[in-house]
């Protein structure tokens, strides 16, 4: 009996050293993804899962003059995303949590089809997000920051699900 003991205290306290300590933000949430112009391209809603966070896609914004319509399927996306609805689309995959930073995930550019590493870090505040997709080393890369949401700017019944197959 006292080794379960042992087995069980050791078990919490190393779950405890990988979840965030309590009200500690994490990348939870609404994020709103701004160009290098200032205009919003889309908002991204994150959600974690067994400690493995992943984005998708849930609004998207046409750009100031745009005359042709929004993609709305994932047309060069390969898998169960090929010819899913853009609305629910999962595009960042696979980050695990270390302190601010993400790491260990994927980032699909569903403009081409192509997936790329990617990382994250969150602003010590927990209002910016340094997203970086990359090929083969982070040098290799791009950065965009986006902004945190309120939790409310979409009522949670509204945001779409996660979309996968094609659109029916």
């Known amino acids: 009996m006292k080794g379960v003991f042992w087995v069980v205290?050791?078990?919490?306290?190393?779950?405890?050293?990988?979840a965030a300590p309590a009200g500690e933000q994490t990348v939870s949430g609404l994020w709103q993804e701004v160009d290098n112009?200032?205009?919003v391209g889309a908002w991204f809603y994150f959600s974690e899962v067994n400690g493995v966070y992943?984005?998708?896609l849930v609004k998207m914004f046409k750009p100031p003059g745009a005359q042709t319509?929004?993609?709305t399927v994932c047309a060069k996306c390969e898998?169960?995303?090929?010819d899913a609805p853009m609305l629910g689309l999962t595009i960042i995959k696979?980050?695990?949590r270390n302190g601010l930073k993400y790491e260990g995930g994927t980032i699909l550019d569903p403009r081409d089809g192509k997936v790329y590493h990617a990382q994250m870090e969150l602003s010590?505040?927990?209002?910016k997000l340094s997203v970086r997709g990359y090929i083969g080393i982070p040098l290799l890369g791009q950065t965009q920051v986006w902004?945190?949401?309120?939790?409310?700017?979409?009522?949670?019944a509204k945001i779409p699900k996660e979309s996968f197959g094609p659109a029916s």
Do not use: S
């Open 9 to 18: 205290l050791f078990g919490a306290t190393v779950g405890a050293a990988f």
């Open 79 to 82: 898998g169960n995303q090929k």
């Open 94 to 96: 696979g980050m695990r």
């Open 69 to 71: 319509p929004l993609v």
């Open 54 to 56: 992943r984005g998708r």
């Open 37 to 39: 112009q200032g205009h």
């Open 147 to 156: 902004y945190r949401l309120p939790d409310d700017t979409i009522p949670a």
């Open 124 to 127: 010590p505040d927990a209002q």
